[in-house]
């Protein structure tokens, strides 16, 4: 078992700033990748960005060049900063860690935060 514990969320003018961060523990040492998934009132959960164990990252096309997820292995933590947020980024951010076991995939999920960005 995996467990994730989410910070830094909170209220933020637009054009601001905030990081999140995620700390993992548990069984984290066949966790092969990490990332931040966000979920708005009345949409689906979408992916923010993925780091995989190796350092490689992909965002969504929204948040590319204004968001910069990063990994500190050493403290089993992983970052979000969030720059230029927009009243859209608003939602609850959900910590995300995969898990491959024997060829099978396990995700964890943590508490989620809530982002909101006022105008």
């Known amino acids: 078992q995996v467990q994730l514990v989410e910070s830094g969320g909170g209220l933020v003018q637009a054009g601001g700033s905030l990081r999140l961060s995620c700390a993992a523990s548990?069984?984290?040492?066949?966790?092969?990748?990490m990332g931040w998934y966000r979920r708005a009132p009345g949409k689906q959960r979408e992916l923010v960005a993925t780091?995989?164990?190796?350092?490689?990252?992909n965002y969504a096309n929204s948040v590319k060049a204004r968001f910069t997820i990063s990994r500190d292995n050493a403290k089993n933590t992983v970052y979000l900063q969030m720059n230029s947020l927009k009243p859209e980024d608003t939602a609850v951010y959900y910590c995300?860690?995969?898990?491959?076991?024997?060829?099978?995939?396990?995700?964890?999920w943590g508490q989620g935060t809530q982002v909101t960005v006022s105008s």
């Open positions: 548990g069984s984290i040492f066949s966790i092969n990748r």
């Open positions: 995300n860690a995969g898990r491959l076991v024997a060829s099978t995939s396990y995700d964890y």
């Open positions: 780091i995989t164990s190796g350092g490689s990252t």
